[in-house]
């Protein structure tokens, strides 16, 4: 897997104080992506063990909330192969990090065993251990820069935990529109 950018210190992408992780690779294509030179799997620079361990030690201080993943799609299949075992290393190393991911694949495509493009034997194991999906392709006519953490008015912002909890989608307090910046 190759990645794009790590952010460290980003608070555009989550709640708090975060590590923001770009991974490479997308099959979306989304018309209006912010993000259009990950969609190439060879994008930025290879995952290394090096690359891990900053993201670790990033994790590491008080004041740092937690793990953003975004791409590109961390929710390719081939992605999910080294996004696996990074939160699972989180999950043990520094547990107090809460992990959000961004995906433009529905959470009922990712929950889909049947749907190959996305669901793969990394994908229940990578959900059960992040607190949020902001699920959905970003859709240019829908886009609303009103919203909090999401583009366009189609995507979701999903409490991972009580949504696998209740059996049906729960969407999170954060999944709101950003009244502060109203005149």
Same mark, same amino acid.
């Given at each position: 897997?190759?990645?794009?950018?790590?952010?460290?210190?980003?608070?555009?992408?989550?709640?708090?104080?975060?590590?923001?992780?770009?991974?490479?690779?997308?099959?979306?294509?989304? *018309?209006? =992506?912010?993000? !259009?030179? $990950?969609?190439?799997?060879?994008?930025?620079?290879?995952?290394?063990?090096?690359? +891990?361990?900053?993201?670790?030690?990033?994790?590491?201080?008080?004041?740092?909330?937690?793990?953003?993943?975004?791409?590109?799609?961390?929710?390719?299949?081939?992605?999910?192969?080294?996004?696996?075992?990074?939160?699972?290393?989180?999950?043990?190393?520094?547990?107090?990090?809460?992990?959000?991911?961004?995906?433009?694949?529905?959470?009922?495509?990712?929950?889909?065993?049947?749907? *190959?493009? =996305?669901?793969? !034997?990394? $994908?229940?194991?990578?959900?059960?251990?992040?607190?949020?999906?902001?699920?959905? +392709?970003?859709?240019?006519?829908?886009?609303?820069?009103?919203?909090?953490?999401?583009?366009?008015?189609?995507?979701?912002?999903?409490?991972?935990?009580?949504?696998?909890?209740?059996?049906?989608?729960?969407?999170?307090?954060?999944?709101?529109?950003?009244?502060?910046?109203?005149?």
């Amino acid at each position: 897997m190759n990645y794009g950018q790590v952010y460290y210190n980003d608070v555009a992408n989550g709640i708090g104080c975060r590590t923001a992780f770009f991974v490479s690779g997308c099959t979306h294509h989304c *018309k209006g =992506c912010f993000n !259009e030179m $990950t969609w190439d799997f060879n994008y930025g620079e290879p995952y290394t063990k090096e690359v +891990e361990d900053d993201i670790l030690k990033s994790l590491k201080p008080d004041y740092i909330a937690g793990l953003t993943i975004l791409g590109g799609e961390p929710m390719e299949v081939i992605n999910q192969k080294e996004i696996r075992p990074l939160i699972e290393r989180i999950k043990k190393e520094v547990p107090k990090a809460t992990i959000w991911i961004y995906s433009g694949y529905l959470w009922e495509e990712l929950t889909d065993p049947n749907n *190959k493009r =996305c669901h793969s !034997e990394d $994908t229940d194991a990578i959900l059960s251990m992040i607190d949020v999906l902001v699920d959905g +392709e970003f859709v240019e006519a829908k886009r609303d820069l009103m919203l909090r953490f999401r583009g366009s008015s189609n995507q979701r912002v999903i409490d991972v935990p009580e949504t696998l909890k209740t059996g049906s989608v729960v969407l999170s307090k954060y999944n709101d529109r950003d009244t502060s910046r109203q005149g």
